[in-house]
């Protein structure tokens, strides 16, 4: 049964066609890898995909529900959809255990201390969690950025060439750390990146996007991949 579904999404700036057509669907915990060059429309599609950008045509649909794009919406995003980039968004004046526990202001106490242990267990971020963000390296921050993201449980995480600003040792490492992490707690992951060998270390499942087009959708093993 599909989850995630988005349908003959299209988005023309003037006229610029970033995105045509573009179809995919998502089974609940699946990881997928959607690869391509610079200006191929992969930040718009994740901004769409988070309902903080409208789409010029076509449909997304999480579950039974449609994603649309009222104003609010268009600033904050959705809870349910989180999008992290490769700025950190973190609290600078709060540390790294209340940076993750803040957007859980609202809810039970209880919920709140167990979800934060899990995601400071998970991520191996024991040691720093009464550290502030500028006391810890790109990669550190990063993985605190996507703690907060993941605190309130959201349905889909898209990350949008997050540790573009880390170097290939680092990235690798924590895309290994990351694939555990997602695959433990079942979180349905979208990655969008022009590094193919980034996109491998997190899934198999890749989507090939060039000039807003699918050229290709399927396992690595089953793909023509060109250097
Ligand atoms: P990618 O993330 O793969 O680099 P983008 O989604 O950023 O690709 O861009 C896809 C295409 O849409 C590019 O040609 C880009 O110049 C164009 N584009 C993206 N955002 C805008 C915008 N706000 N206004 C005009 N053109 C845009
Ligand atoms: P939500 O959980 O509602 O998506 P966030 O917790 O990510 O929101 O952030 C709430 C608001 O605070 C957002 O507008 C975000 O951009 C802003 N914000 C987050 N981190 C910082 C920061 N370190 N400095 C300033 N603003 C921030």
Request: glycine share 6%; hydrophobic share 35%.
């Amino acid at each position: 049964m599909s989850y995630f579904s988005i349908r003959s999404v299209s988005k023309t700036y003037g006229n610029q066609k970033a995105l045509k057509s573009f179809s995919t669907e998502l089974k609940k915990g699946d990881i997928l890898a959607i690869v391509g060059e610079s200006g191929s429309g992969k930040s718009t599609l994740l901004r769409i995909m988070a309902g903080l950008e409208v789409q010029t045509s076509g449909e997304v649909w999480l579950g039974d529900k449609k994603i649309e794009n009222p104003k609010e919406k268009l600033v904050a995003g959705y809870d349910e959809i989180k999008l992290i980039h490769q700025d950190y968004a973190l609290f600078p004046n709060s540390t790294v255990e209340e940076n993750i526990s803040r957007p859980l202001l609202s809810f039970d106490e209880k919920y709140t201390r167990n979800r934060v242990e899990e995601l400071i267990s998970l991520l191996r971020l024991g040691e720093l969690r009464d550290k502030l963000p500028r006391q810890l390296s790109g990669g550190q921050q990063q993985k605190v950025a996507i703690a907060k993201a993941m605190s309130v449980e959201p349905e889909i995480l898209l990350l949008d060439e997050p540790f573009s600003s880390l170097d290939s040792i680092q990235t690798r490492n924590i895309m290994d750390e990351l694939k555990e992490v997602f695959t433990a707690l079942g979180t349905t992951v979208i990655l969008v990146t022009h590094d193919l060998d980034d996109a491998l270390r997190l899934t198999d499942d890749l989507l090939i996007l060039k000039n807003g087009k699918i050229i290709q959708r399927g396992n690595s093993k089953d793909l023509c991949l060109s250097p």
